[in-house]
């Protein structure tokens, strides 16, 4: 529902929604990878009950989601994006841009070099999570932009250790729930000052810096409708 503030006519409409803030999960793993229990349909029905824009699904080391679903805005208005989550020598990377299958396990210079030359954007996922973590020099040295400050499945010790490389470093910093299963989709998300409605308007709003990690607080209310009505969570 447009806000009341909102309802005016024309133009003065258009530049009111244009204005409003996209919130965008932008780590979900369905079925496809194989530590996930999310079908696809499931990822989307839920999407749109957390009031979510959009919704990126990340799977490990393959694009293949693209071949199942529709990418683009959907009928009830969810813009579902298709990237990866890329398993480096490094740690692990989201990426978002040309379809590319990689092999996997380059080194993040390397593969960072190819997703910028292909036109993309690479963001380090969960950077302090153990035994996935990625070296802060790859941040330092200005090989990695990017950063998943927010990730809904980390400790809060995990996210404020990553939050700290925006003031150490200027890099920009995303979240997203790394969802597994239905009860930790959208906890989390990027807050777009842009429209996305495409791939493509997701690397350029990206690129343009015009986002930041948020808590998504429509998480918390379906939560305790679900309880108040004897639903699961």
């Not at 950063?147 to 400790?155: D, F, H, M």
Request: with cysteine; proline share 5%.
């Amino acid at each position: 529902m447009i806000p009341e503030k909102t309802m005016k006519k024309g133009k003065d409409l258009t530049d009111e929604v244009m204005k409003m803030p996209f919130l965008f999960d932008l780590h979900v793993h369905s079925l496809i990878s194989p530590c996930s229990m999310l079908p696809l349909e499931d990822i989307l029905a839920e999407a749109r009950l957390l009031n979510l824009d959009g919704v990126c699904i990340t799977d490990h080391n393959t694009t293949q989601a693209r071949h199942q679903i529709r990418e683009g805005v959907q009928d009830d208005g969810l813009c579902v994006i298709v990237g990866q989550e890329y398993s480096s020598l490094d740690g692990h990377f989201l990426i978002f841009g040309p379809h590319e299958e990689f092999e996997p396990y380059l080194p993040a210079p390397e593969i960072t070099r190819r997703v910028n030359r292909a036109g993309g954007v690479i963001i380090a996922s969960h950077p302090y999570r153990a035994m996935q973590k990625v070296d802060e020099k790859l941040v330092s040295r200005g090989i990695i932009s990017y950063a998943e400050g927010l990730n809904g499945r980390n400790s809060e010790l995990e996210n404020s250790l990553a939050q700290n490389w925006q003031e150490k470093h200027g890099i920009s910093l995303t979240g997203g729930s790394d969802a597994h299963c239905l009860e930790e989709l959208g906890r989390v998300g990027t807050l777009f000052t842009e429209p996305v409605r495409s791939r493509e308007d997701l690397v350029k709003a990206l690129k343009n810096r015009n986002f930041r990690p948020a808590r998504n607080p429509n998480y918390k209310q379906l939560v305790h409708w679900l309880e108040s009505y004897g639903g699961a969570v």
